[in-house]
T-cell receptor
Framework: DTEVTQTPKHLVMGMTNKKSLKCEQH?????MYWYKQKAKKPPELMFVYSYEKLSINESVPSRFSPECPNSSLLNLHLHALQPEDSALYLC???????????FGPGTRLTVL | GQNIDQPTEMTATEGAIVQINCTYQTSGFNGLFWYQQHAGEAPTFLSYNVLDGLEEKGRFSSFLSRSKGYSYLLLKELQMKDSASYLCAVRGHNNNDMRFGAGTRLTVKP
């Protein structure tokens, strides 16, 4: 299994909703990442987990809350988002000192 | 901090060769990556350089000069399906800290 899966593919939510994005990989990778990508822009790093511990938090607002329940799963909990948070949210994984990151297909989030 | 620059757009003809340049200024360097991203899809890994020189992989080659803070991606025998954005990314001292350039949108014309 050489892929990263993400659910849901699309999500529309209101500003008062609480939702979660999920990411899963079974490649034995111990580093997992969340990126945010706006249209025609590069991916922006949000969070990195290494060995299930948060190792990088790029000053992301607290309305985004990451969670790494085990080495295969990565969640991103969303609460009280703003319309400007609408974007493609990409999950990736890699070996901790690996040469490449494997990206999931992303969740396209729209905040109304 | 990190600054990664690449041209915004390029156009080339099917069957030709195109070179996409990337220059970077970073506080730490632990590898340079090239990714391809088609519209609406996730990035896919193309190449990785950590030492100076050329890495060749089929129709794609990537070059790195650490002293000049410079890399290029060379695409040969261009095909229509190569129309995509090409992202240059640099990994810092923290092995998990990856930063992307703004991407170069390549259009391949018949």
């Amino acid at each position: 299994d050489t892929e990263v899966t993400q659910t849901p593919k699309h999500l529309v939510m209101g500003m008062t909703n609480k939702k979660s994005l999920k990411c899963e990989q079974h490649m034995g990778h111990r580093a997992m990442y969340w990126y945010k990508q706006k249209a025609k822009k590069p991916p922006e790093l949000m969070f990195v987990y290494s060995y299930e511990k948060l190792s990088i938090n790029e000053s992301v607002p607290s309305r985004f809350s990451p969670e790494c329940p085990n080495s295969s799963l990565l969640n991103l909990h969303l609460h009280a988002l703003q319309p400007e948070d609408s974007a493609l949210y990409l999950c990736a994984s890699s070996k901790p000192r690996g040469s490449e990151q494997f990206f999931g297909p992303g969740t396209r989030l729209t905040v109304l | 901090g990190q600054n990664i620059d690449q041209p915004t757009e390029m156009t080339a003809t099917e069957g030709a060769i195109v070179q996409i340049n990337c220059t970077y200024q970073t506080s730490g360097f632990n590898g340079l990556f090239w990714y391809q991203q088609h519209a609406g899809e996730a990035p896919t890994f193309l190449s990785y350089n950590v030492l100076d020189g050329l890495e060749e992989k089929g129709r794609f080659s990537s070059f790195l000069s650490r002293s000049k803070g410079y890399s290029y991606l060379l695409l040969k025998e261009l095909q229509m399906k190569d129309s995509a954005s090409y992202l240059c990314a640099v990994r810092g001292h923290n092995n998990n800290d990856m930063r992307f350039g703004a991407g170069t949108r390549l259009t391949v014309k018949p």
